[in-house]
């Protein structure tokens, strides 16, 4: 079993896309309130759903870079579109400082965002919707190109000699998780099929992938896109006495478990906390000193790949809650 060298990066994230700093947009919303003195204030609004573990690790990365920086962080998150856009324009009127906007179902919060530099509040995208962050309006968009990860990750399952692929999506409507199957299948040279769950039903999220293995025992690959859902298959896997490989997006203290006990071949890591931390960081940066970062480009936090060679390393901040 081996790896191609270009995707054998574990932890290296890819070149930063900082064409300069110059500020082109949104500068008029440079605070005057950062200049008197007064606390910056930046909101979170992201599409992760209340005990989303992938979602707690950006919540501490926003909350710990508003803690380094002196800035005042609040956070909320709702997977229905129409209630993040409510989440947004709440956040508008309490004329913070920037914001920080998850994309999960673009069109869905495209005119809430819209808004928002509308009234000349410096925008940063994250996560999700990278393709259309400039489109909205956004300074820039910190997270993967979900596509290219993808991409990734069916070449290292066609390493593995894997040929018949699950993709399992979690989050009905997401764009970005659609984009990591339609990578994989781009490069395994093989069948990749989507399978629909929920991940608030991990249960029957386990059942549905068992069944799936059961009734079509030439599946030789699953590949999972959230931590949780990947020990869920892990499970589903054994139950079903089946010899599929796993793989999966992001990384937990028990994805890096199992990758570990040789149950996980690898793990795509996008750094969540990265994507938490560093539009803190920017916007705080705006507000105190007029820096305008990204240049209208995406800052990349992955992907990276967590295998066996490097879990060791990445458990230990798993355990912390930052990976």
């Not at 209340?50 to 709702?78: H, I």
Request: with cysteine; charged share 15%; hydrophobic share 40%.
């Amino acid at each position: 079993m081996k790896f191609k060298s270009r995707w054998m990066v574990g932890l290296v994230v890819l070149p930063l896309a900082l064409t300069g700093c110059t500020a082109t947009s949104n500068t008029a919303a440079t605070t005057d309130a950062a200049a008197s003195g007064e606390k910056v204030t930046i909101a979170v609004v992201t599409h992760g759903s209340p005990g989303d573990t992938f979602w707690d690790v950006v919540k501490s990365g926003a909350e710990q870079a508003g803690t380094d920086l002196g800035a005042t962080v609040t956070y909320q998150g709702d997977g229905d579109p129409v209630k993040q856009s409510q989440l947004i324009d709440a956040a508008i009127a309490t004329k913070p400082d920037g914001l920080i906007v998850s994309m999960a179902n673009p069109d869905g919060v495209k005119s809430a965002v819209e808004r928002a530099v509308s009234a000349g509040i410096p925008v940063i995208t994250i996560n999700s919707g990278l393709e259309q962050s400039k489109e909205f309006g956004a300074q820039t968009h910190i997270g993967q190109s979900e596509f290219i990860a993808g991409q990734g990750a069916g070449e290292q399952l066609a390493d593995a000699d894997v040929s018949n692929v699950i993709c399992v999506i979690h989050e009905a409507g997401n764009t970005g998780l659609e984009e990591r199957c339609n990578g994989a299948a781009d490069t395994l040279g093989g069948t990749v099929s989507n399978v629909q769950v929920d991940v608030a039903n991990v249960a029957d999220a386990q059942n549905t992938i068992k069944s799936k293995l059961l009734a079509d025992p030439s599946i030789d690959g699953v590949l999972t896109l959230n931590p949780g859902i990947a020990v869920a298959a892990s499970q589903a896997i054994e139950e079903a006495t089946s010899t599929a490989v796993l793989a999966t997006f992001d990384v937990s203290s028990d994805v890096t478990q199992l990758i570990l006990d040789d149950k996980i071949l690898f793990a795509v890591d996008q750094q969540p906390y990265s994507q938490g931390y560093l539009p803190v960081t920017f916007l705080t940066l705006q507000a105190r000193n007029g820096d305008v970062v990204g240049g209208g480009l995406p800052v990349y936090s992955g992907p990276g790949f967590v295998t066996k060679d490097n879990a060791d390393q990445v458990a230990k901040f798993a355990k912390n809650g930052t990976r």
